[in-house]
């Protein structure tokens, strides 16, 4: 019973501990790119903890490529994001739009209450913009500075998506079995965030069939795996969900995300939470393909 009950318990968590604070934290996105050709964009927030040790934005759609997040003041004359405070964090972006980010090579310490930017430095062309879709109905303005790379030269009030963690120390993720070509190939499955206790976890599909439905299973691992003979399962079925995958391009190819928050519990702590992604991809084989399977260990 503690397993289907912990699996049941991340589509309803109550607000994270290990997240300091986020703005227009949902899966939707607006239909707008940036990075042409360098963007640096600077969501304003103001501080709500002492220290900041790493931060995700919401992008994809691209191959991989470096991009970096920072902490910087207010300037309190010009309004624009000033000193760096510690120091940035960098990643390799994943092809899949969905939440990605990184920890910052130095935590930044900051002054409760007061108003700081989080700054998102692009590379290359075409990324999707970490803004939500102009009809999400709970969407927040947030103000946003935008720069070439040499000068803040735009203001605007957007649906910004960041999400910004104090200190805490994760569990461990891993993969493991094999999945099923379909269409694109075998499709990808990863973990984007760091498994604590009333954080949030992302996985997400990448490399399959485009706007056809998708099945996420979540549960405990089965590392010598279950074959069905259209597939082989490597997460026991706790729980299903069904969704559909969104077109994505260069290269073209269908991708989905699932964002879920672990519960803020003692009784999280060690659970071996895993995922398995199934696709209905009518040029598969039986009609079929799927992902192999990733474990995140709660800390």
Known sequence: MRRLALVVAFASALPAQQLAFSQNDNLSYGGY?????ASVIGFRFTANVP???????????????????????????????????GAPGTWSTTHTRCWQGAVFAQPAALAIGQDYFLVWRV????????????????????????????????????AGKFRVFAPYTPGATSAYGLGKAG????????????????????????????????????GTPIPTGVPLGFATLWVTPDLLLTMTTKTHTNPTSGGIS???FVPNAPSAIGFPLSFQWGVFDVLALDGFSHSAAVTAVIN
């Open 123 to 158: 590379q290359g062309m075409f990324h999707q913009h970490s803004v939500s879709a102009d009809t999400e109905p709970s969407n927040v303005l947030v103000e946003t500075r935008i720069s070439d790379g040499n000068s803040w030269h735009a203001v605007a009030q957007l």
């Open 33 to 37: 790119a940036v990075g042409w050709p």
């Open 183 to 218: 269409q694109y190939g075998v499709p990808t499955i990863g973990l984007q965030g760091w498994p604590a206790i009333g954080g949030p976890i992302d996985v997400w599909l990448g490399s399959a069939a485009r706007n056809v439905p998708a099945i996420l299973v979540l």
């Open 258 to 260: 699932f964002s879920l």
């Open 51 to 85: 220290v900041l040790a790493a931060a995700q934005i919401f992008t994809g759609n691209q191959p991989p490529a470096a991009h970096t997040l920072e902490i910087r003041t207010r300037n309190a004359t010009s309004g624009l994001p000033d000193q760096l405070v």
